[in-house]
């Protein structure tokens, strides 16, 4: 038999045991064990990082809920976040206010190779593979490799003949925005950056510095099948095309192809019918400076030269 005290001082020790939150010996809190060992569990599912929630319309996944919610908004279109500088929109607040910075000038992130700054940390880890030298993206047309993946979907624009940027002043379109507004810099007629040999003015520092590399005489960057040299990294490249034999660009009214992209609208120049370049002393025009410069030759009387180019 239990006294009525043994019972009284039993209860008193099982209510303080549930007041400090202690469980009993048996581990009978079969709620308490489920909780613990679903919090394992997450945690282990954290640790994997397993992405279960994808979306409908692209198949992108995310590992939350929340992630899936905010990349769904691109969708549908709506941008209700707009920059009170150039009015460009954003479908969320986080990418305004990283837009915003470009704004600022404020660029805390600079490359320790070449000393260029970004305002994004982003933008310097792009812009160091670059000085990797890794370029794992290629294009299936032509065969150019690129470093990122943005830049090969910019340059397969050129292919697709798309242009939806047009120029106001001249017609002429471009498929890149970027390119638009650097055309747009020509109609300026303000060059604040001469040529201190030849006089000849730009609209960007750049591209008086690329300039001037001709005038220097240093061509540093030669080619490793004929031997030809070359100021720029950028006039090697276009010549290395022409021993890869890949001719990507056609005209579409007499079909033939060109290696580079600028050979091409030289050529539908003669389609068009313009001939823009003219002769001074007799009047004739040309379609090409190339050709007005050739036929100047047979007013000076040296047509010897003329055989020679032909």
């Given at each position: 038999r239990c006294s009525k005290d043994s019972i009284g001082s039993a209860g008193s020790g099982f209510s303080v045991g549930l007041v400090n939150g202690d469980l009993p010996s048996n581990g009978t809190d079969q709620h308490g064990a489920r909780s613990q060992?679903?919090?394992?569990?997450?945690k282990h599912h954290r640790r994997k990082g397993e992405k279960t929630y994808s979306c409908d319309e692209c198949g992108k996944s995310f590992t939350r809920a929340g992630g899936l919610k905010k990349h769904q908004v691109i969708h549908r279109g709506v941008r209700p976040y707009s920059c009170d500088l150039c009015e460009k929109s954003?479908?969320?607040?986080?990418s305004l206010k990283t837009h915003q910075l470009i704004h600022?000038?404020?660029?805390?992130y600079s490359c320790?190779?070449?000393?260029?700054?970004?305002?994004?940390?982003?933008?310097l880890k792009e812009h160091q593979l670059i000085h990797s030298g890794v370029k794992s993206y290629s294009c299936e047309l032509c065969g150019k490799y690129f470093t990122l993946a943005q830049s090969l979907k910019n340059h397969q624009l050129i292919h697709s003949r798309f242009r939806a940027n047009y120029c106001d002043l001249c017609g002429k379109s471009f498929t890149l925005a970027q390119s638009l507004k650097n055309h747009q810099l020509i109609h300026n007629v303000f060059k604040a950056h001469y040529c201190d040999l030849c006089g000849k003015s730009f609209t960007r520092a750049e591209n008086l510095k690329r300039h001037q590399l001709i005038h220097s005489g240093v061509k540093p960057y030669s080619c490793d099948l004929c031997g030809r040299s070359f100021a720029l990294a950028q006039s090697l490249k276009k010549h290395q095309l022409l021993h890869n034999g890949v001719?990507?660009?056609?005209?579409?009214m007499c079909g033939k192809s060109f290696t580079l992209a600028g050979?091409?609208?030289t050529h539908q120049l003669i389609h068009s019918g313009v001939k823009a370049y003219s002769c001074e002393l007799c009047g004739k025009a040309?379609?090409?400076?190339?050709?007005?410069?050739r036929h100047l030759v047979t007013h000076s009387g040296i047509k010897a030269l003329l055989r020679v180019q032909n």
């Amino acid at each position: 038999r239990c006294s009525k005290d043994s019972i009284g001082s039993a209860g008193s020790g099982f209510s303080v045991g549930l007041v400090n939150g202690d469980l009993p010996s048996n581990g009978t809190d079969q709620h308490g064990a489920r909780s613990q060992r679903s919090q394992e569990a997450n945690k282990h599912h954290r640790r994997k990082g397993e992405k279960t929630y994808s979306c409908d319309e692209c198949g992108k996944s995310f590992t939350r809920a929340g992630g899936l919610k905010k990349h769904q908004v691109i969708h549908r279109g709506v941008r209700p976040y707009s920059c009170d500088l150039c009015e460009k929109s954003f479908t969320q607040a986080g990418s305004l206010k990283t837009h915003q910075l470009i704004h600022s000038g404020v660029k805390p992130y600079s490359c320790d190779l070449c000393g260029k700054s970004f305002t994004q940390v982003g933008g310097l880890k792009e812009h160091q593979l670059i000085h990797s030298g890794v370029k794992s993206y290629s294009c299936e047309l032509c065969g150019k490799y690129f470093t990122l993946a943005q830049s090969l979907k910019n340059h397969q624009l050129i292919h697709s003949r798309f242009r939806a940027n047009y120029c106001d002043l001249c017609g002429k379109s471009f498929t890149l925005a970027q390119s638009l507004k650097n055309h747009q810099l020509i109609h300026n007629v303000f060059k604040a950056h001469y040529c201190d040999l030849c006089g000849k003015s730009f609209t960007r520092a750049e591209n008086l510095k690329r300039h001037q590399l001709i005038h220097s005489g240093v061509k540093p960057y030669s080619c490793d099948l004929c031997g030809r040299s070359f100021a720029l990294a950028q006039s090697l490249k276009k010549h290395q095309l022409l021993h890869n034999g890949v001719k990507a660009y056609s005209c579409d009214m007499c079909g033939k192809s060109f290696t580079l992209a600028g050979s091409l609208k030289t050529h539908q120049l003669i389609h068009s019918g313009v001939k823009a370049y003219s002769c001074e002393l007799c009047g004739k025009a040309f379609a090409r400076n190339s050709h007005l410069q050739r036929h100047l030759v047979t007013h000076s009387g040296i047509k010897a030269l003329l055989r020679v180019q032909n």
